[in-house]
């Protein structure tokens, strides 16, 4: 059964930076992208990152860009997000998605149940 | 970037109801297009990938359609487990853009 695990939401100040980490089971990790989904409190879902099998390719959405990095450990069976400089706008429950295939550009097929992240002072 | 633009933003209908929701990109994505459900307090379901590959364990009455620049999805007889809220995503490139979403509500 694929499981997707994530962790390190929290209350963070503005400007301050955040890790949130995406355990993954069930599935062999290393064969698949995987993506970072945010859903604001009573909006949409927005696509943050993805990134491929390899790490070769990675992508953000351009309200993350520069202050987001995606990254995983294919040992460890493991995504992270680096998230720096915390607006109040990145106030969301941030989802891991397991992508139907290796490249980062893909439907999300199993997702987690989510961690909160909330910026305010 | 893709904008991903859907139609309506919400819907009220009843159970044995056939119901179109549409979906259209900013430009060409060919067939790379997939729908979402998503219940309240939940994580988003992928029901339909590539446009109209059904994902395994949905119900037949979902369906999808199109290609290009318009998509549609399909529910030939609305059960009440199916309101909910729907997402379309494009795949074709990052950012995988969703569209804003369409709440289907119980008339």
């Known amino acids: 059964e694929v499981q997707l695990v994530e962790s390190g939401g929290g209350l963070v100040q503005p400007g301050r930076s955040l890790r949130l980490s995406c355990a993954a089971s069930g599935f062999t990790f290393d064969d698949y992208a995987m993506h970072w989904v945010r859903q604001a409190p009573g909006k949409g879902l927005e696509w943050v990152s993805g990134i491929s099998w390899n790490s070769g390719s990675i992508g953000y959405a351009d309200s993350v860009k520069g202050r987001f990095t995606i990254s995983r450990d294919n040992a460890k069976n493991s995504l992270y997000l680096q998230m720096n400089s915390l607006r109040a706008e990145d106030t969301a429950l941030y989802y891991c998605a397991k992508v139907r295939g290796s490249i980062a550009a893909a439907a999300g097929d199993y997702w987690g149940q989510g961690t909160l992240v909330t910026v305010s002072s | 970037d893709i904008q991903m633009t859907q139609s309506p933003s919400s819907l009220s209908a009843s159970v044995g109801d056939r119901v179109t929701i549409t979906c259209r990109a900013s430009?060409?994505?060919?067939?790379?297009l997939n729908w979402y459900q998503q219940k309240p307090g939940k994580a988003p379901k992928l029901l339909i990938y590539a446009a109209s590959s059904l994902q395994s364990g949905v119900p037949s009455r979902f369906s999808g359609s199109g290609s290009g620049t318009d998509f549609t999805l399909t529910i030939s007889s609305l059960q009440p487990e199916d309101f909910a809220t729907y997402y379309c995503q494009q795949s074709y490139s990052t950012p995988c853009s969703f569209g804003q979403g369409t709440k289907l509500e119980i008339k």
């Open positions: 430009q060409s994505i060919s067939s790379y």
